[in-house]
């Protein structure tokens, strides 16, 4: 069949690039069977008054009426302002965390290796078992925490971590601190060690101090890794669920209820499945708008 | 070695030209799906099991797929289940929540099969909950009434009697609540009911208190009656224990219950289930067991057991056939002696029950009283919107103890609430 009427030469400069798309294309399919297949059905559900979905169910009449609730509700500016005040505290406490430890392990000294090892362990704890922990760190009536605040003098009497809306706030953005820095700080790492010696010696030169180093070296060459990190540790933030449920499940008062556990509330617990999917819809909107942003401003920044 | 090797081939070939002889016989036996939360539990999953394995007797080629899913993830998991088509054959259901499943068709009528076998359900505990729309979509597995367990020496070494009232309730759980070690932390505490966790569990520990001031979310009718007296009344009572920390605060059921049964907390109402628990606590020989000091006790409809409607009609008569079991007289009586707890069989024998679990009788005598007194925690007309309502409650009452509000106030914004779920 060579040479015939359906024959493909990749050989010729002009098909090479084919090639690359046929080798791309099982990738690509699976990921739109994966992804963009229930992300179709998930937009198309969110204009329909769904209650439980079932995908041979027959289509109901299109409406608007999810989005027009959706964006009439405090119940959902409450959890985009939980989620917002979410990413604002962990990103930033991840990255002075994971910055400062990337900073420290990428010295030389005696026991670095152990030191690498610890300040990457909990991105190793399945975050399951991380919020056990937390849970019993901060137990109200029996957990560490409380009795360590006691101990020092800094409370008189045990505060309720999970009834007070504040506490719970704190308890989760502290859990989520914990698990997430090590993700920043392995990658300021991987970041630090590929800013040349070089340049550092010509600081040190010229008289430049540690600080100096730091504000025009380090944090400069770091950008392109600060930028890509921070729209990853954000949209983790945005889709994590099971820290936030089995800590707290969202409350109390839905003050650690995030757009997630908003979402899932609406399609497990009150079985309104068009309804969570215009959250999660709108959550998808918010979540590439911010990344857009964060990928476009952060590396000129700082 | 060769011709061993061909000798055994052979055979093979031999074997697969028999008649009758499928590629794989074992693995071609009739498959029966069955998910519940039950699985692991003490007693009820024993009982489960025995059920399986009668059923499983009676029909050869036919095999029960037991599956556990956690009670947490088991809404979520059986929705997913019927919405992809693949729901269990045989469908065990919270008595909460299987009314989302019956309002989407998911549920088989049972009527032609209890009429077909002559199941007589006169007199079955909680039965009428499982009618939906006329119908009868399951049967009620369990119908219980708390009973109240105290620690018999924390209340002695107070000087303190069983309270038979709310008002030596209260007062007892203020003196059994303290410090013991002196680090400032209390940890002993007059009651424990869980205050973290679903709607639902917190609905029913709040109800123990709303019951006895003679508060009820709904009428007969499934007209909302929160903002009145007697719930104003006991809304006072649940933030009067809660506020004052009488319980351990944050903590599940479960935790709760283990707290109990070693002997951190004095006093606990609860339903059957705590009994085998106690079983295992350090406390256990200091536990007693006696009627609630509440009346009504709360109670109500536990589990429910149905048969999906989108399956082969072979499928649903081998389903029948494991509710046939289930509800049959002898698993019945087997119920209460293995699970410890009150069968919905009126024609139940309960003799064997009282020798594994002393307090049998009690255990009867609540259920009723709960029963004669119309006591559920599903309040009637709210059904369908149970879940969304008792997250509402939750949230209403945790805002009255966090920011110290008047119970009056709660009980007019909970109505308002309740009324506008019920509209929807």
Sequence with gaps: MAGGRFSLDLARPSRQHWLGYILLAPAVLLIAAIIVYPLIVSIDLSFQNVGIARLDQ???????????????????????????????????????????????????????????????????????????????IFDSSFGLMNWIFLSLGLIDKTINWFSDPNAAFAVVATTMIWKGYPFVSIMSLAGLQSIPEDYYAAARVDGANALQRLRYITLPCLMPVIGVTTVLVMLWIFRDFSIIYVLTGGGPLKATQTLSIMTYEQAFSFFRMGYASAIGVVTLVICVIAAKLTMRRAPDNL | MKLFLKTIAAAAVAATLMPGWTPSAAAQQTVIKFVSWQKDEHGVGDWWAAVIKEFEARNPGVRVEWTKVERGAYADTMTTLFAGGKPPEIVHLASFEFQKFADQGWLEDLSPYVRASGLN??????????????????????????????????????????????????????????????????????????????????????????????????????????????????????????????TPRDLSAGETRQMFADGRIAMKLDGPWLYPIIQRG????????????????????????????????????????????????????????????????????????????????????????????????????????????AKMIMEESQRMIIQDLDPKAVAATMQAKAEAIQKQ
């Design chain 1, 58 to 136: 027959p289509r109901r009449p299109f409406t608007t009426g999810n989005y027009e609730r959706l964006f009439a509700s405090p119940d959902f500016w409450n959890a985009c302002w939980v989620t917002l005040k979410l990413i604002l505290v962990v990103t930033s406490a991840c990255f002075l965390l994971g910055l400062g430890t990337a900073l420290l392990v990428n010295n030389r000294f005696k026991g670095r290796s152990v030191a690498r090892l610890l300040v990457a362990m909990p991105w190793a704890v399945p975050e399951v078992i991380a919020v056990v922990i937390f849970a019993w």
């Design chain 2, 121 to 246: 359900l006169d007199g079955w505990a909680g039965q009428s909950a499982c009618q939906w729309k006329g119908k009868p979509v399951c049967i009620m597995m369990l119908y219980f009434g708390n009973i109240f367990a105290y620690n018999e020496e924390m209340l002695k070494k107070e000087g303190i009697e069983p309270p038979k009232n709310w008002a030596e309730y209260i007062a007892a759980a203020r003196k059994l609540t303290k410090d013991t070690n002196g680090d400032g932390i209390p940890d002993q505490f007059g009651t424990g009911h869980e205050t973290k966790g679903g709607g639902g569990q917190y609905l029913s520990e709040l109800m123990n208190y709303t019951l006895d001031a003679g508060g009820r979310w709904t009428d007969s009718n499934g007209k909302v009656t929160i903002n009145t007296p007697q719930m104003i009344e006991g809304l006072a009572r649940w933030k009067d224990v809660v506020r004052n920390s009488l």
């Design chain 2, 282 to 389: 350090k406390a256990k020989d200091q536990i007693k067991i006696v009627a609630p000091p509440f009346n009504p006790p709360l109670g109500g409809s536990s589990n429910i057991l149905g048969m999906a409607s989108e399956i082969p009609a072979d499928s649903k008569k081998l389903v029948w056939d494991f509710i046939a079991i289930a509800t049959s007289d002898k698993f019945q009586s087997d119920y209460a002696t293995l699970a410890s707890s009150t069968p919905p069989s009126p024609r139940a024998r309960t003799d064997g029950a009282k020798t594994a679990t002393p307090h049998f009788d009690l255990l009867v005598q609540t259920a009723q009283a709960a029963s004669k007194a119309g006591v559920d925690r599903i309040p009637k007309g709210l059904e369908i919107q149970y879940n969304e309502f």
